[in-house]
């Protein structure tokens, strides 16, 4: 298939915000070809000539697209016993309209941590419908009766599951947790996604389990580095956490009870922290509305009341962190709320940094996303007012929608 030429643009009358600095400068111009930044500057603007789409931003704030380090874009409903009835294409399609909702919020980029696969990243590659860079690590793995393992209790037998449109795939012992990353590897899986505490929607599990063993804790370690790859795990309790942080996990997704010693793990290790308050805040209503279990729902109490607590100490810190959401279906609309509620804690430069240039060194993509830098892709951001002064023009803009450019073209 033709991709189509993507036009060259010219914004000019803008204030350019970079995240690395927080640095803002006024009256500047940016200039994209061929889906990259080519130049920009202060003052006086490059002449158009005719091939060029020029954008007079009057005044408004551009910066890079943002990223959201932590979605299931498959995971288009609440409901996992109706999602266990659709076909890999219903579902597949189902994900393809959610990514362009991201797209149009102004994610231009994101990582899904369970579920999506070559097919949905090379569907939005090739520009079949609009929608962010997608960057999947395949099935997450879980232990059998782990985060994972959805099957009701009746349903007895050898586990499965790495065909249906899950966001998990059962793997057990060293030898399984080394074949099924190289499984994923091959079917260019980005990352490994390992499970290793229990969940809020996982009906059968614990939060404080341990799932996994240090061995094949280790193993999938290894196998990640041997494929010049990096696992993240999905955890909340420091038992948990700090076992595979020890293990040289690079990433932990929520995190929500960790301890002194997580802290001081992380910073030891450079590794990243990926927290999703909105999830919770939504859970708590949605989840219920949908039926949720009550042992989910006060799984969900436990995690919601420490989860901002931990991203101020984790914050103070130091820590290397990273914008993420965990929205599952219907609570997709509320995927920049993640800023209303860390803004409680957090400045907005170092928001920004979360969902720009942070997340860009977590998806080894520095200098390629996540910054207006010349060279990178020109994913961009275009807000109303200036979000340093006030994040929640991320959120809700004042006056004109913001708009969102990707690979250099317009979106909005
Ligand atoms: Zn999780
Ligand atoms: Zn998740």
């Known amino acids: 298939m033709t991709h189509p030429t993507p036009a060259r643009l010219l914004i000019t009358n803008a204030h350019l915000l970079h995240p690395e600095t927080a640095e803002v400068t006024d009256a500047s111009w940016l200039e994209a070809a061929d889906g990259r930044i080519t130049a920009h500057g202060t003052g006086r603007p490059p002449a158009a ?4 789409r020029v954008l007079d931003a009057r005044g408004a704030t551009v910066l890079p697209g943002l990223i959201d380090a932590h979605v299931h874009a498959l995971l288009t409903s609440i409901d996992a016993t109706e999602q266990r009835s659709w076909s890999a294409g219903y579902a597949t399609v189902r994900a393809l309209k959610e990514a362009e909702r991201m797209l149009r919020r102004g994610f231009t980029t994101v990582r899904d941590v369970g579920g999506a ?20 690590g395949g099935k997450a793995l879980s232990q059998t009766g782990g985060h994972g393992d959805l099957r009701p209790l009746s349903e007895d ?19 399984a947790v080394r074949a ?3 499984d994923e590897f091959r079917k260019g ?8 505490s229990g969940g809020v929607a996982s009906p059968h599990d614990e939060v404080s389990a341990v799932q ?12 990640a580095t041997n494929h010049n790859r990096y696992v993240t795990v999905h955890a909340y309790h420091p038992r948990g956490i700090n076992r595979a942080l020890r293990a040289g996990v690079r990433c932990v997704e929520h995190g929500n009870l960790l301890d002194d010693e997580t802290i001081q793990l992380l910073l030891q290790g450079d590794a990243f922290l990926v927290p999703t308050l909105v999830t919770y805040e939504q859970l708590a209503t949605a989840g219920r509305r949908a039926g949720m279990s009550e042992t989910s729902l006060r799984k969900v109490d436990d995690v919601r009341e420490a989860g901002l607590g931990a991203l ?25 709320d993640e800023f209303t509620l860390r803004a409680q804690v957090q400045p907005p430069a170092d928001l920004i940094r979360s969902a720009t240039s942070t997340a860009a060194r977590l998806l080894g993509m520095e200098g390629a996303i996540g910054t207006l830098a010349v060279g990178a892709h020109a994913d961009l951001l275009v807000t109303d007012a200036n979000p340093l002064d006030d994040i929640s023009t991320l959120v ?16 909005t």
């Open 117 to 136: 696969d070559h097919g949905m990243a090379r569907a939005l590659t090739e520009g079949l419908m609009p929608g962010p860079r997608l960057i999947h």
């Open 49 to 52: 000539t005719e091939d060029v």
């Open 212 to 223: 996994y063993s240090d061995a094949e804790m280790a193993a999938a370690v290894e196998e």
């Open 157 to 175: 037998g050898a586990p499965c599951c790495g065909h249906r449109p899950g966001f998990a795939r059962i793997a057990d012992g060293v030898d």
């Open 180 to 182: 099924a990353p190289r």
């Open 312 to 336: 101020e100490k984790a914050h103070r810190a130091g820590v290397n962190l990273v914008y993420g959401t965990d929205l599952l279906g219907p609570m997709h609309p509320h995927q920049l």
């Open 396 to 411: 809700t803009p004042r006056h004109l929608p913001n708009r969102v450019i990707k690979a250099g073209s317009p979106v």
């Open 189 to 196: 899986a980005h990352h490994l996604k390992l499970l290793v």
